[in-house]
T-cell receptor
Framework: GENVEQHPSTLSVQEGDSAVIKCTYS??????FPWYKQELGKGPQLIID?????GEKKDQRIAVTLNKTAKHFSLHITETQPEDSAVYFC????????FGAGTRLTVKP | NAGVTQTPKFQVLKTGQSMTLQCAQD?????MYWYRQDPGMGLRLIYY???????DKGEVPNGYNVSRLNKREFSLRLESAAPSQTSVYFC?????????????FGPGTRLTVT
């Protein structure tokens, strides 16, 4: 089945800096790659996604890139703010969704 | 529109006890899912229901059973709880958009088995 690896497991940045989280997947048939943000005590919330026919997608301060050849995709957050502090999960989807282990992002004011 | 709701929010069980976690969605989605979340392991799929009347095993189904009661409701049952089932459980529903999917999660149930 699909295997998703996510790095780093923890990331600490200063407010205003950029943050990058990377994921790799194993099954080239995966065609949908969502990113979820999970705040303490809450369920994961979809923040951005990308489909296999697109290389890059941007929504305000967040962007996702996909390299199908290398089977990796990344989340980029620019101008980070303290409220961006959370755990972020990537996932790769064929029929069911397989998740990475998560990245705990801390933005220091 | 409440999205995906789960009950209870917290539960403590003793080893060997049974319980059912409830999940409901009001988005008219066909597919529903149960995940467990453990530290450092992300979200792992326990069972899913692609449509009303069907259920299938995921990555970690042992020790669990599910029921798709109707299109809205999907319950997860622990027949004889074990400490290894201490976890946070999330229910999700999914909608197909073209050839891909968008998945929405409930707030979770934190279960402790002593």
């Amino acid at each position: 089945g699909e295997n998703v690896e996510q790095h780093p497991s923890t990331l600490s940045v200063q407010e205003g800096d950029s943050a990058v989280i990377k994921c790799t997947y194993s099954d080239s048939a995966s065609n949908y790659f969502p990113w979820y943000k999970q705040e303490l005590g809450k369920g994961p919330q979809l923040i951005i996604d990308i489909r296999s026919n697109v290389g890059e997608k941007k929504d305000q301060r967040i962007a996702v890139t996909l390299n199908k050849t290398a089977k990796h995709f990344s989340l980029h957050i620019t101008e980070t703010q303290p409220e961006d502090s959370a755990v972020y999960f990537c996932a790769a989807t064929i029929n069911d969704m397989r998740f990475g282990a998560g990245t705990r992002l801390t933005v220091k004011p | 529109n409440a999205g995906v709701t789960q009950t209870p929010k917290f539960q403590v069980l003793k080893t060997g006890q049974s319980m059912t976690l409830q999940c409901a969605q009001d988005m008219n989605h066909n597919s529903m899912y149960w995940y467990r979340q453990d530290p450092g392991m992300g979200l792992r799929l326990i069972y899913y229901s692609a449509s009303e009347g069907t259920t299938d095993k995921g990555e970690v189904p042992n020790g669990y059973n599910v029921s798709r009661l109707n299109k809205r409701e999907f319950s997860l049952r622990l027949e004889s709880a074990a400490p290894s089932q201490t976890s946070v459980y999330f229910c999700a529903s999914r909608v197909r958009t073209g050839t891909t999917y968008e998945q929405y999660f409930g707030p979770g149930t934190r279960l402790t088995v002593t």
